[in-house]
């Protein structure tokens, strides 16, 4: 069974099924002002629902991805189809030459493009993942031409809004019903691609974007049917600016403010009557910030700090307004209070220090630890588990390249007698201080370990037998010059080596460190105080 209807699956097929119908409806209106185009984006969003509930009933893969690439179709055209309607509608469609409306679409039909050949560069999605229990959806990891393609349908929805908004001054009665169902409709793209956008969808898995654009319609052909929204252009804007809850400020090429709606006028604490025809650089207290942004020919978005009681951190949209290339007319800006979200990134950033020292305490600590189970607390050299670790695997380096492994065994000469003569405290200084002597005159590749009470092991890989006895007749000749200070009494010992060599002396750790003890033995046997090999 390759596809299973799931409530998503059914939302957008209930809705393609209701574009379908409203597309039937509009054709019979297509002569009327908008009528066609507003057909062609009933006809397109028809074809992205249709391919989203074929994508959310398909239960591979590969087939979702297919009819996600279809659903592309739709999804990247429709939104040029509504900025036509909104153009024509307002009888600005003057401003469009077919050159300029075919330039309109060479963005959609670049990312329908890539769409379709995600998979030989994954610039639209670049990973995939199952949606929610039992849903049957998949959710889509964008790469940056998904960011385009937003990017792209924002833009096409906010001249849209924006062109309806200024095509409505002075509205009353029809004109005033008008406004408020285009208010509506242009709010619902927004709502769908902000909560697709943030990831705030409540229905993981299902895309709102095209259903959203279905309640769009809906509210354009009851304004259709009822209102007479094509027979009878709307001139009020009023209404649609009010609802809109972030800030909205007008400006002239000229700088002067000729709009603002409520929020402006809580933003700023000024009443708009004062506002209306005034400079920006006088009465916006943020114009030295925000005043290398006004160009010409991009949009551009900043974020400020607004003081006050409590700084407020707000993000500024700032896009040029134009009738043609050069007739500028002036800049929208559109304001955002992001102090909600500015203040959970700095108390999320401020955790995540906070982590990351955390983390690197406990690394500390391991590391503390690590070296407190692999040392010997009197010494600081390696202890016996550490030797055997390291023995093992410095012999088969050694068998694997063929190369000679020395193992050199030292006992202090007597300790008994100085422990009865000093006291056990100037036994461990005799220890301690052999210790740092071993670590000292040994390289960074050996490995020197307290054997036993009086016993030391260094393993020294890749060192013959003769450098090995050279090595070990230096400490002792240097053992026998020094002397260690205890309570004021100095205390002069000796030490005893036997050293055993791989391979010749033995092929495996036991061997050659039972082979090191012999000729260690030999050294005690033979008067102390010298260096014996097997």
Not at 18 to 28: A, D, E, F, Q, T
């Amino acid at each position: 069974m390759n596809y299973m209807i799931t409530p998503y699956a059914l939302a957008q097929f209930v809705t393609a099924l209701i574009s379908i119908g409203l597309s039937v409806i509009i054709w019979h209106r297509r002569r009327a002002r908008g009528g066609l185009f507003l057909f062609y984006l009933f006809a397109t969003i028809s074809l992205w629902t249709l391919a989203n509930g074929m994508e959310a009933a398909a239960i591979a893969q590969e087939t979702k991805i297919f009819w996600s690439k279809i659903a592309y179709i739709g999804s990247q055209t429709s939104p040029s189809f509504l900025l036509l309607f909104a153009f024509e509608y307002t009888g600005r469609k003057n401003i469009l030459s077919e050159f300029k409306i075919g330039m309109l679409f060479i963005v959609p039909l670049f990312i329908v493009l890539m769409a379709a050949t995600n998979e030989s560069h994954e610039l639209i999605w670049n990973g995939f993942s199952p949606g929610p229990a039992g849903s049957n959806s998949l959710i889509y990891s964008h790469g940056i031409l998904f960011w385009v393609a937003i990017s792209y349908i924002f833009f096409l929805v906010f001249v849209s809004s924006y062109v309806l908004l200024f095509s409505t001054v002075g509205s009353q009665g029809m004109y005033k019903r008008q406004n408020l169902l285009i208010i509506a409709a242009t709010i619902f793209p927004w709502i769908g691609s902000i909560l697709y956008i943030f990831d705030m969808n409540p229905f993981p898995g299902l895309e709102l974007i095209s259903i959203s654009f279905l309640f769009t319609g809906l509210l354009l052909l009851w304004a259709i049917s009822k209102e007479k929204l094509l027979d009878v252009v709307p001139i009020s804007h009023e209404f649609l600016v009010e609802n809109i809850e972030d800030g909205i400020l007008v400006v002239d090429e000229k700088f002067r403010i000729i709009e603002v709606n409520s929020s402006i006028e809580k933003m700023l604490k000024l009443d708009r009557k004062e506002l209306i025809g005034q400079s920006s650089k006088k009465y916006i207290p943020f114009w030295d910030e925000i005043s290398p942004f006004f160009v010409q020919d991009t949009s551009k978005k900043i974020e400020i700090i607004l003081d006050g009681p409590e700084a407020e951190y707000v993000q500024i949209h700032i896009s040029p307004l134009s009738f043609s290339k050069n007739n500028y007319i002036g800049w929208v800006l559109v304001m955002e209070n992001i102090t909600l979200r500015k203040k959970a990134e700095i108390e999320l950033q401020i955790t995540k220090k906070m982590l990351e020292s955390q983390i690197k305490e406990i690394q500390s600590l391991q590391s503390e630890l690590h070296e407190q189970a692999v040392r010997d607390a009197l010494t600081g050299t390696f202890n016996r588990g550490y030797l055997d670790d390291t023995l093992a695997r410095e012999l088969a380096r050694a068998e694997r390249n063929n190369i000679p492994l020395s193992v050199l065994m030292i006992d202090v000469d007597n300790l008994k007698k100085t422990n009865d003569e000093f006291g056990h405290k100037g036994g461990d200084v005799v220890i301690v201080g052999i210790g740092k002597l071993l670590l000292n005159e040994t390289r960074a590749c050996d490995c020197v370990c307290r054997y036993g009470g009086d016993e030391f092991v260094v393993v020294a890989p890749e060192m013959k037998k003769e450098d090995a006895v050279a090595r070990a007749e230096k400490w002792r000749q240097t053992l026998k010059q020094t002397s260690f200070k205890n309570d004021g009494k100095e205390i002069s010992v000796t030490i005893s080596i036997g050293i055993a060599v791989f391979p010749e002396d033995g092929a495996d750790a036991d061997a050659l460190m039972v082979a090191a003890d012999r000729v260690l033995y030999q050294a005690k046997e033979a008067g102390r105080n010298c260096v014996r090999v097997k």
